[in-house]
T-cell receptor, first 113, second 112 residues
């Protein structure tokens, strides 16, 4: 069975600073990988996804993620965070032919001025 | 296009009572999923409908939980009787089967 680890429960960064949220997965074959964000009072919104092809994936709101098979990682990055990026971020893994997702425990991002 | 809508947004009930959560998927989405997040834990899969049929209910915690999707449109998730450990946020998602799920805002359930 697949699993996802998000080792950072809470991260605080200054507005304008760069961001990297870590995600490691466990799955025997090539996974489908996702990052979702939940802003306060909102539902889960898809930031980006990796199915195949280019391992550097661009998403919405200026986010990107890189799939590294050798490290079983799919870290989320943003070069300069904005106060509106404060939210909880979830990494998830799926498998080919099945949309059932396995989520990590989430990383809460706080932005300070 | 309207998104996935869930009702109620928050429900507070006492242990032993019954609660019914509702999910309206995006129109035309045959796939409907229920997930749950217990405080501080990961979001966990509960079950998956394709139209009105249960495709996978392997994540349903026990027989106190009953999900239905009459006519392949909206879905309900009933918890009867509710226990303290059922507290959490229940998310619904829908899809066309292309691999991308669209989530609702969730229904927060508090069992006292």
């Amino acid at each position: 069975a697949q699993s996802v680890t998000q080792p950072d429960i809470h991260i605080t960064v200054s507005e304008g600073a760069s961001l990297e949220l870590r995600c490691n997965y466990s799955y025997g074959a090539t996974p489908y990988l996702f990052w979702y964000v939940q802003s306060p009072g909102q539902g889960l919104q898809l930031l980006l996804k990796y199915f195949s092809g280019d391992t550097l994936v661009q998403g919405i709101k200026g986010f990107e993620a890189e799939f590294k098979r050798s490290q079983s990682s799919f870290n989320l990055r943003k070069p300069s965070v904005h106060w509106s990026d404060a939210a909880e971020y979830f990494c998830a893994v799926g498998i080919f032919g099945n949309e059932k997702l396995t989520f990590g425990t989430g990383t809460r991002l706080t932005i300070i001025p | 296009e309207a998104g996935v809508t869930q009702f109620p947004s928050h429900s507070v009930i006492e242990k032993g009572q019954t609660v019914t959560l509702r999910c309206d998927p995006i129109s035309g989405h045959d796939n409907l999923y229920w997930y749950r997040r217990v405080m501080g834990k990961e979001i966990k899969f509960l079950l998956h409908f394709v139209k009105e049929s249960k495709q996978d209910e392997s994540g349903m915690p026990n027989n106190r939980f009953l999900a239905e999707r009459t006519g392949g449109t909206y879905s309900t998730l009933k918890v009867q009787p509710a226990e303290l450990e059922d507290s959490g946020v229940y998310f619904c998602a829908s899809s066309r089967g292309t691999g991308e799920l669209f989530f609702g805002e969730g229904s927060r359930l508090t069992v006292l």
